[in-house]
């Protein structure tokens, strides 16, 4: 009898994690409820329906369509929205926290406050606020190095930094009411000086099974510049550590996410089953916790699947069921670059055409993220439109195999950072390492 499997999201990651299953020797059928179709996605399905995903109801009734034993949830919204939840009430398997849990990337505060109440290290000083009380207190407190977070999911723009977006405390209590006078909660907390990494872990609601390191670039420009966006591209090592990273780094950031993982448990009363992401950045200090979110990482996703040397459909059952068991990795570098619509992450070109040559496939693997498909011609919309991910004995590899794959990707109007996982790039984050330690 065949293994019915639904996955949740059509952006590039669901895209990486359909084709992971796919490869799964398994006898298995794939669905998808998709907020878009994904040209990708849809011919690996047995079934592809557009609705609405964040709808628990929706969600439980294509699950049951289907027949599906097993849901994925790649997105965020879905599990703010407690899908997780109706899906398992419905006789559902999920790889994916319930709403609870999900408050560990829903609620910034939230996760500052497990942090503190169960004293795992790593946490800023930070203030949660729901009025401008004492607000320029707080600032004048943190001086110039602070960070100021909407209290909720905004697509990794909820964000404004000092010193990168934030020029004054004038401008940033502007932010602070701006997000009050929308209703919303925010956290202000100091600043860390490093470098970030992201770190995710495979959960069963007892056990963990981390992935390898892998560094996302928010910036949407060359050189670390220009606004933040939900990831521009990102790079892995073939020791599964980062080039500015230590042993000590990566310890440190495993213990982390093992203590967080323990007291979800014990604040809930909920085993945590899905993927727990850790941003952190590496300091003069030690390792420093940036945010958690409660799923697979996009664009990291596209390298931790391509690396991937276990059966995907046998994890994702074994999560459900609490014996995950080892999960390996191949050690090979991996490099991941998105192409996206010109001025995305500020003022983004709709519309603009996207034309893919198969030859990108001689070195690369090519996924799909927001895009429409109208009579076989594929277009953008306003956000990342598609990523190609290459991998290789090492990192240069990694990243000759990605241009040379993105010479394949044509069209008006679309922007890569190429710099992303090139040398220079790589030796200017080891450089700032070795100033900074």
Not at 63 to 87: M, Q
Not at 219 to 224: L, Q, S
Not at 285 to 305: H, S, V
Not at 316 to 342: A, D, H, M, W
Request: some cysteine.
């Amino acid at each position: 009898m065949k293994n019915k499997i639904l996955v949740i999201g059509s952006g590039a990651r669901e895209h990486a994690i359909v084709r992971a299953l796919d490869r799964s020797p398994q006898d298995k059928a794939l669905y998808c409820l998709a907020s878009n179709i994904n040209p990708g996605i849809s011919v690996l399905c047995n079934e592809f329906t557009v609705d609405n995903i964040n709808h628990p109801e929706i969600a439980t009734n294509n699950a049951k369509e289907v027949g599906a034993g097993l849901a994925i949830i790649g997105p965020e919204n879905p599990l703010s929205n407690g899908v997780a939840d109706a899906l398992w009430e419905a006789g559902v398997k999920v790889v994916g926290p319930k709403k609870d849990l999900a408050q560990i990337e829903t609620s910034k505060g939230f996760t500052r406050d497990l942090l503190a109440e169960y004293n795992i290290p790593g946490g800023p000083k930070y203030q949660t606020f729901n009025s401008m009380y004492r607000v320029s207190e707080f600032l004048n407190d943190l001086g110039e190095n602070y960070v100021v977070k909407y209290d909720g999911l905004a697509g990794g723009k909820g964000v404004k930094v000092s010193g990168d977006h934030l020029h004054s405390h004038d401008e940033a209590l502007e932010y602070c009411q701006e997000l009050m006078d929308a209703g919303n909660k925010f956290v202000i907390e100091e600043k860390f000086i490093g470098q970030e990494f992201s770190l995710m872990s495979f959960c069963d609601g007892e056990h963990l099974q981390h992935m390898p390191a892998v560094q996302d670039h928010k910036r949407a420009y060359e050189g670390d510049i220009g606004p933040n966006t939900g990831g521009m591209g990102s790079y892995s090592d073939s020791n599964h550590s980062l080039p500015f990273l230590t042993e000590q780094d990566i310890s440190g950031a495993r213990e982390i996410n093992e203590r967080v993982f323990r007291a979800l448990i014990d604040e809930t009363g909920q085993g945590y089953k899905g993927i727990l992401y850790g941003g952190f950045m590496i300091t003069g200090n030690g390792i420093k916790l940036i945010e958690y979110n409660a799923r697979f990482g996009d664009p990291e996703a596209m390298n931790l699947l391509t690396l991937l040397a276990s059966d995907f459909s046998e994890i994702c059952y074994n999560i459900t069921q609490g014996n995950l068991g080892t999960v390996t990795f191949r050690n090979e570098s991996s490099v991941c670059k998105y192409i996206v619509p010109e001025g995305y992450g500020s003022n983004p070109r709709k519309d603009a055409t996207l034309i893919v040559n198969p030859g990108y496939a001689q070195t690369a693997s090519l996924y799909y993220a927001a895009v429409n498909q109208i009579d076989g011609q594929i277009t953008t919309t306003s956000s990342r439109a598609a990523a190609l991910v290459s991998s290789s004995s090492t990192i240069t590899k990694a990243e000759e195999k990605c241009e040379s794959g993105l010479n394949f990707i044509s069209g008006d109007n679309l922007y890569v950072r190429h710099d992303i996982a090139k040398e220079a790039l790589i030796k200017k984050r080891i450089e700032n390492m070795e100033k900074i330690r």
